[in-house]
């Protein structure tokens, strides 16, 4: 079993990158999904202003995100202000 699965491997490498890739992208063909169609859709839908303050609205208090990051009552209070850079963010992350 293990030259079977060293031989298999070996030829997938050895291939031009063309070939490597295909042979790669039919390997996911037989990898369990973790996620449903309908939660892949979810993960990637646009959020909207409305969701992200509602989010900051249940974080935890005088929490940051790391050592020089602003706590969610300051981004909170300065919704109006920074809401759109904020979820412009959130947005460029998905991506």
């Known amino acids: 079993m293990k030259?079977?699965?060293k031989t298999y491997f070996?030829?997938?490498f050895d291939q031009?990158?063309?070939e490597d890739l295909l042979a790669q992208l039919h390997s996911l063909e037989h990898m369990p999904r973790m996620f449903s169609l309908d939660d892949n859709a979810e993960v990637w839908r646009h959020?909207?202003?409305a969701e992200l303050e509602h989010i900051l609205q249940h974080m935890?208090?005088?929490?940051?995100?790391?050592?020089?990051?602003?706590?969610?009552?300051?981004v909170s209070a300065f919704f109006d202000l920074?809401?759109?850079d904020l979820?412009?963010?959130?947005e460029e992350s998905i991506i």
């Not at 935890?60 to 300051?74: A, L, N």
Request: aromatic share 6%.
């Open 3 to 5: 030259e079977v699965a």
């Open 10 to 12: 070996k030829n997938i």
């Open 16 to 18: 031009s990158v063309e």
């Open 47 to 49: 959020v909207t202003k």
């Open 60 to 74: 935890p208090k005088d929490k940051s995100p790391g050592p020089d990051g602003w706590i969610q009552e300051f």
């Open 82 to 84: 920074v809401g759109d």
């Open 87 to 90: 979820l412009r963010v959130v």
